[in-house]
């Protein structure tokens, strides 16, 4: 493999007793769509800021190109930064603030002309030159931000949440657009959000990051089916979590006691490292995998009684309570014989659905779903 | 109010409803001519304070400026124009030029002073920049002749700066500090250079600081950053100060008697002395008049250029 565009090796960053990046590990690769996913307050924006330049890491490396920037300045790196409030030139109309980085490097003037021309046509702002930044919509303010750093061909581009101020219509198209622009120009995009559909998305790879950790870097698909942390588990989409032990194994399935009952699992389903008898276990499995049925199926099965039947458009959720009180969320696509609210069922799953996640203290489900409403 | 009342009306179908509609209507005049007189009554003292004291005056002023001089300073109701003509006498003319010439230096230290004084208090804790803020207008609520005293002692040829100069062996014969045009220019900063400050402080604060980010990541270097987008972003405010400093600077009259010593003279003093020593009010109304007018035209151009008067105002 070429060399990592981007490197991060064992990265801190402290404000003050404030511990905001742990120990941060990141390799981005040249042309690859890596997103920085979290809630507010995790570091993801300290961490892109530590690529741009605007802050320093306390301890460790950041590398851009294979090289060392810490004495680099944010004017001397070749990354470029969409801002998250857009930052345009309220003093200039959109074609100065396309050609801003050009003219601060006295580029000449025809050739400004004609790639700020390129650039308006890339964004689709032609003939919007010479209009003043109040009077472009937010929409249009983002792409003359995204013209902006563009232009000045940047080896990455980072971008800090820029589609938090749009709607929600305006969001998914700009959505597209980016992920078409990133290929056509084969730029490594770095992007930093809160919202885990964009991330999935939009990505080629994602970190999920809380409290300053990266909880899990991998592909949109191995996030979402093999979440190695409970956070990861619940932060990305809905999931189904059974705790409990270790009770038994054999021929790499593992039995495990919780308190409804003893559920199963693949041991080559586990997210980190090996576990073995006796060790607490979490399993997840997605809502659309757990399966539902009024009969005792074959095998393991978790007694539940259904509460809510909800028919959400393009799916039916029902909701169903399990011995100890918790609720189990059920996604199906099937209407025809899902059960009423009220009636018996027995919950199970396919053992290559679930993931076994040992038990890690940091992070309790408690905190990641208030980790969730926030972000 | 009539917005409430049509609201009512419109939202509002049958015919019952509609009187009660109507009633509404009513209701709200009423209310309106209420609030009409209640107006009126808190806003008359200060209407009748800006006729009595800002009206009635610039009118006298004004017609004042047409009347012609009698004898022994008695004014004679003459329809004149000579005392504008007078202006532009030479030796009334290189006063009003002296002026502007004062005036124009001041304005350009104080600003070349306030601004980076400025740029320092947005980067330090809002209670430090308080406190610096206070120490600054600490002078104002001192006697300007007290300052200006304590300027006299410092400037003068046996005062505290040409003594120690001589006592380190700098100088040999003290120099002339005082009673120049430097000694008016540097009490003039002196003077307002709070004023200057605080709007320049004002537009820097309230500079998004991601616009300075967003220059360094394209590229820009602190002092194209500088150049490019602070100052460009922060002329409001850098105006206001202008204004602040040169239109007081014209008029103030009190920084020439005293640290000028008699040797140059600003419009203020010419007014000053065309109303008391030579009695000539027409001549002196007619240089206020005069004076108000550039004064006012700065303004204009000052909310030409995207300035906001509140800003002034502060």
Not at chain 1, 179 to 194: A, P
Not at chain 2, 139 to 150: K, R
Not at chain 2, 273 to 279: L, Y
Request: with cysteine.
């Amino acid at each position: 493999m070429a060399q990592p565009i981007v490197s991060m090796t064992n990265v801190e960053k402290w404000y003050g007793s404030n511990h905001v990046v742990k120990n941060c590990n990141l390799n981005i690769e040249e042309g690859e769509f890596l997103t920085l996913l979290g809630p507010s307050g995790c570091g993801k924006t300290t961490t892109l800021r530590m690529i741009s330049g605007f802050e320093l890491p306390s301890e460790g490396m950041v590398k851009v190109e294979g090289e060392n920037v810490e004495k680099k300045e944010p004017y001397d790196r070749s990354v470029n930064t969409v801002f998250q409030n857009y930052a345009l030139f309220p003093n200039m109309n959109v074609y100065d603030n396309i050609a801003y980085g050009l003219k601060v490097k006295k580029v000449p003037k025809a050739e400004i002309k004609e790639r700020v021309t390129q650039m308006l046509k890339l964004v689709q702002l032609e003939g919007f030159g010479k209009r003043r930044i109040t009077q472009m919509s937010g929409g249009q303010k983002q792409r003359v931000a995204i013209a902006r750093a563009l232009i000045n061909r940047p080896k990455v581009l980072l971008l800090d949440e820029p589609l938090g101020a749009l709607d929600m219509k305006l969001r998914k198209q700009m959505q597209i657009e980016l992920k078409r622009l990133q290929r056509k120009l084969e730029i490594t995009f770095v992007y930093v959000t809160h919202d885990q559909e964009e991330a999935l998305t939009m990505s080629d790879r994602i970190a999920v990051m809380s409290a300053g950790v990266i909880e899990q870097i991998g592909t949109p698909k191995e996030i979402y089916l093999k979440p190695r942390t409970r956070f990861v588990a619940n932060f990305i989409g809905e999931s189904d979590l059974f705790d409990g032990i270790i009770t038994a194994e054999s021929d790499g399935v593992l039995s495990i006691g919780t308190e409804v009952g003893t559920v199963k699992g693949l041991k080559e389903n586990t997210t980190i490292g090996s576990v073995k008898v006796n060790d607490p276990v979490s399993v997840c499995v997605r809502p659309e995998h757990v399966k539902i049925s009024t009969e005792k199926p074959e095998g393991f099965s978790v007694q539940a009684v259904v509460k809510d039947k909800i028919f959400v458009g393009n799916l039916i959720k029902e909701i169903a309570v399990i011995n100890n009180g918790n609720e189990i969320k059920i996604n199906s696509i099937n209407a025809a014989d899902l059960p009423e609210p009220g009636s018996h069922v027995y919950l199970s799953w396919d053992l290559k659905d679930a993931v076994v996640i040992p038990e890690r203290s940091e992070i309790t489900l408690d905190t990641a779903d208030k980790l969730k409403e926030v972000g | 109010m009539s917005d409430i009342s049509v609201k009512a009306q419109t939202v509002v179908p049958d015919a019952k409803k509609v009187t009660a509609g109507e009633k509404k209507v009513k209701h709200g005049r009423k209310q309106s001519i209420r609030a009409t007189i209640s107006n009126i009554i808190m806003c008359g003292p200060m209407t009748i304070w800006s006729v009595l004291f800002i009206l009635i005056p610039v009118v006298m002023l004004v017609f004042m400026s047409f009347m012609t001089k009698g004898l022994l300073g008695k004014i004679v109701y003459k329809f004149t124009l000579v005392n504008y003509t007078d202006i532009f006498k030479p030796v009334y003319f290189n006063v009003v030029k002296e002026s502007l010439i004062i005036a124009l230096w001041t304005t350009l230290l104080t600003v070349l002073l306030g601004y980076p004084l400025g740029m320092v208090m947005s980067k330090l804790k809002k209670k430090t920049t308080g406190v610096i803020t206070i120490l600054m207008m600490l002078p104002l609520w001192v006697s300007g002749l007290v300052i200006l005293y304590s300027f006299v002692i410092m400037l003068n040829n046996s005062g505290t700066i040409n003594s120690f100069l001589m006592n380190i062996g700098l100088i040999k014969k003290p120099l002339q500090l005082l009673y120049n045009n430097f000694s008016v220019t540097i009490g003039m900063v002196y003077m307002f250079l709070p004023f200057a400050v605080l709007p320049m402080y004002s537009s820097i604060e309230k500079l998004d600081p991601s616009l300075i980010e967003a220059s360094k990541d394209l590229g820009a270097n602190p002092v194209t950053t500088f150049f490019k987008v602070t100052l460009p972003l922060t002329s409001p405010g850098i105006f206001a100060g202008v204004i602040l400093t040169f239109i007081p600077c014209i008029g103030y009259y009190m920084v020439t008697d005293m640290l000028g010593g008699g040797t140059s003279m600003l419009v203020g003093n010419l007014i000053y002395r065309q109303f008391t020593i030579s009695r000539n009010w027409p001549f002196g109304a007619a240089l206020s008049v005069v004076l108000s007018l550039i004064i006012l035209l700065m303004v204009v151009i000052y909310t030409k250029l995207g300035g906001d008067l509140d800003d002034l105002a502060s």
